[in-house]
């Protein structure tokens, strides 16, 4: 054995030491970066919320003030376009106009491009931050690639081998999930027997052949087109209550402090979600989760209703302090009436938002296999985003309740339209959500057992005429 030297020593300490400086120094330089990417990261998710709420959650009061002068409904129209293209390029253009003494045309044209930037610009972070879009388009696209595929099979009959079908790893016949008036879809991935001996792999190029994971993930997502639809109605309440609550309390006392509330709706709608989440994963056992989310997103929906009902009230005691103070065509004075009044209904409006529009994604997430958890939450809220567009449409078709101001129109008779149709919408989402709560339907199908012998071979002869 070679002897240990004091000199090797010496130098092997010193080379473990210069070891140790150079990881430190990598340490440090990797956490610095990372500091950096997180400072960048969380300046664009504060500077995204401070638009969120500061501007954008506003943009009707903007709209409707001196010197812009939009009457309501045209004001109404603009800021459900940018919910619904759903902030932060048109702030230039919008802080130019600010400083313009005169309504004119050339303001207005200034104002729209400003709502549409801005619309865009929302979309650009939250694809940034989110990365669903891709995601979402890519997915619908394999909807319809399926459809396509079982419309052109659809002279052929059910499969009866898991044999027939293409990249069946777990030797299903009837495939998951197993509804009846989806069945016909399973036709999309049978490998079509042919004489020119086609490989599955050119079927597949040739349009005409998907796989079974294909096939599942359609099956899915079509299985929830029922409950995404009573969240238009939803989505309805939703647009409403973000553009009329704030021109409600924009002439209250003290004027000014609708951002409070703004801020007080965004606290009710962490707490609700934040709530649900520790009773569910404390209190609910593993075997009624399924049950509890359901109970939550309708909880959400009986709050919509209980929302629409306090602002209908409130702004029928708001209209009578306006006519006995003599306001009603009076839109600079403040009304005397304290804008806390609305505290209730904006509360509301984000406690349904955390219950019911967060309690969808939590229960699609059981539903669906973890790569598509990003696409099915990008498909709740273009189904929300469309409710922007039925607001306008519901504005337009009930525009005899509006005038040129909010205090000559009868906005508490549209929000006792919309307490009827959002207790409607409850009915409904009740009766939906008994379809999603019989039996265990995130468990994987069993597999069926194949046809054998005579009876195979008279189903092939039936599949292939």
Known sequence: MIPITVPYLKLHSSFR?????????????????????ALILLGLIFSHKLVDIAVVA?????????????????????VNLQEGISASTGLVLLFITAFE???????????????VLLAVGKAGMQHFLEITGPAAGSSLAVVFRVVKAALSKRHLNNPYSSNQLYRNDQNQVHLFPQVKFFRWLDKAAIIEPSTTLISPE?????GRLCTVAQVRDTKLMLKMVPIWTTFVVFGLIVSTGQTFFPEQGNQLNPKGFITYLLVIQHLSRVFGNFLCNRLLSKWVPEAKQKGAKIVRIWAGMVLSTI???????????????????????????????????????????????????????????????????????AITELVTGFASFVNIVSVYFNKS?????????????????????????????????????????????????????????????VIVV
């Open 17 to 37: 030491a210069i070891i140790r400086k150079l990881r430190f120094i990598s340490w440090i330089s990797y956490n610095i970066c990372f500091c950096k990417a």
């Open 58 to 78: 506003v943009l009707i009061t903007y709209l409707t003030d001196y010197p812009r002068n939009y009457n309501v409904v045209e004001a109404a129209r603009l």
């Open 101 to 115: 003494e005169a309504a004119s045309p050339l303001l207005k044209r200034l104002i729209l491009i400003g709502v």
């Open 202 to 206: 050119e079927q597949e190029k040739a």
């Open 307 to 377: 929302c629409c009902a306090v602002a209908w009230r409130v702004e029928v005691h708001r209209l009578i302090i306006i006519n006995n103070k003599g306001l009603l065509d009076n839109t600079d004075e403040v009304i005397p009436m304290s804008i806390f009044w609305l505290a209730p209904q904006f509360c509301l409006l984000g406690l349904m938002k955390g219950l019911a529009r967060d309690g969808i994604n939590k229960f699609l997430d059981d539903q669906f296999p973890e790569p598509m958890h990003s696409c099915v939450s």
């Open 401 to 461: 309740l509006f005038a040129d101001t909010l205090n000559s129109s009868r906005l508490d008779e549209y929000y006792k339209m919309l307490t009827i149709v959002s207790f409607i919408n409850i009915c409904y989402f009740w009766w939906i959500s008994t379809f999603y709560t019989r039996g265990d339907d995130t468990a994987e199908a069993d597999v069926i057992p194949q046809a054998t012998g005579r009876e195979e071979e008279e189903d092939f002869k």
